[in-house]
């Protein structure tokens, strides 16, 4: 992959609000796809992965992400987030002949009580 | 037990001194990662081991030198140290047949005075 954008720098969200966080990606080969969440002052933890198979994939939390391959897309969501969900989002792409992973630049969740 | 841990979690120095960061994995994983995340929360990948063998060396200035004593521990030494060097430095690793699956250890947030 050349690169992965994170469009949304920060997304504010009300609690129990539907959230969809964007990532796209450019690359010329087949790619593997990353979420990862780092909660504060935390590591990074996987959320989900998107490896083949079924575009849409469910994660831990909630979450879920839907692989676009003519979009180059594959954007998170949850269907209603809480407060616990406050966190930095990373979204990261491999390429499948050489595995490593480039990193979006993050997205900052914040949930407005 | 930890997965992930690395040592010391903070680190409050002057420039111009040497620090280490040590890290560990017990999940029999045969790669580890040294990243850099910076204030904007940009990861960088700095270094890369698969089985004490260096595989990824990133552009990074020498005075960074990672050791592979065996499979399960990474270390970081910094020497000469710079205020650009604060920073919060993330130890990972995976199997060597991951995708991308990584796991993160906590962090080791280093401030240069």
């Known amino acids: 992959a050349q690169s992965v954008t994170q469009l949304d720098s920060q997304v504010p969200v009300f609690e129990e609000a539907p959230v969809e966080l964007r990532c796209n990606y450019s690359?010329?080969?087949?790619?593997?796809l990353f979420w990862y969440v780092q909660y504060p002052n935390q590591g990074l933890q996987l959320l989900l992965k998107?490896?083949?198979?079924s575009t849409l994939v469910k994660g831990i939390n909630g979450f879920e992400a839907e692989f676009n391959k003519s979009q180059t897309s594959f954007h998170l969501r949850k269907p209603s987030v809480h407060i616990s969900d406050t966190a930095e989002y990373f979204c990261?792409?491999?390429?499948?002949?050489?595995?490593?992973?480039?990193w979006g630049a993050g997205t900052k969740l914040i949930i407005k009580p | 037990d930890t997965a992930v841990s690395q040592t010391p979690k903070y680190l409050v120095t002057q420039m111009g001194n040497d620090k280490s960061i040590k890290c560990e994995q017990n999940?029999?994983?045969?790669?580890m990662y040294w990243y850099k995340q910076d204030s904007k929360k940009f990861l960088k990948i700095m270094f890369s081991?698969?089985?004490?063998?260096?595989?990824i060396n990133e552009t990074v200035p020498n005075r960074f030198s990672p050791k592979s004593p065996d499979k399960a521990h990474l270390n970081l030494h910094i020497n000469s140290l710079e205020l650009g060097d604060s920073a919060v430095y993330f130890c990972?690793?995976?199997?060597?047949?991951?995708?991308?699956?990584?796991?993160f250890g906590e962090g080791s947030r280093l401030t240069v005075l």
């Open positions: 990972a690793s995976s199997p060597s047949t991951s995708y991308g699956d990584l796991f």
């Open positions: 081991y698969n089985n004490k063998e260096l595989i």
């Open positions: 998107y490896l083949s198979g």
């Open positions: 990261a792409v491999s390429e499948r002949s050489n595995y490593q992973l480039i």
């Open positions: 999940l029999g994983h045969d790669t």
């Open positions: 690359s010329s080969v087949s790619v593997y």
